[in-house]
């Protein structure tokens, strides 16, 4: 049951092309935005679609994975937990930034050209 306390499942598009850094010591990160959609009826009867985005990392190999396979619009499936940091920007406000930290990726339609 530990691993249900911050656990995230998500399945969706990525939003942009991911941004592929190599740190100190050669480790590597990845990160990108996945949009999810859920679409409904209002009580007009009207089709609506919800879009939520997401914010992912991804370290290590998976980020190989990730900068040769995936591009803007590339469907997969996330598992991970969130973390949420704080920093403060150039004006000198606090500011709050809440992450997705991949454990697991499956790509769903294969790599796009």
Do not use: C
């Not at 939003?15 to 409904?40: C, H, I, R, W």
């Not at 940091?85 to 000198?92: A, L, M």
């Amino acid at each position: 049951m530990n691993n249900l306390r911050n656990s995230v499942r998500l399945l969706g598009h990525i939003g942009q092309n991911p941004d592929v850094k190599e740190l100190k010591g050669g480790k590597k990160m990845a990160k990108f935005s996945l949009a999810t959609s859920e679409t409904y009826r209002n009580a007009e009867g009207e089709k609506i679609t919800d879009t939520q985005w997401h914010n992912l990392v991804v370290w290590g190999k998976q980020a190989d994975v990730v900068a040769k396979y995936l591009k803007k619009g590339s469907e997969i499936s996330v598992e991970g937990k969130l973390s949420t940091r704080n920093y403060t920007d150039k004006e000198g406000n606090k500011r709050y930034s809440t992450e997705i930290i991949v454990n697991e990726l499956l790509m769903i339609g294969g790599k796009k050209d």
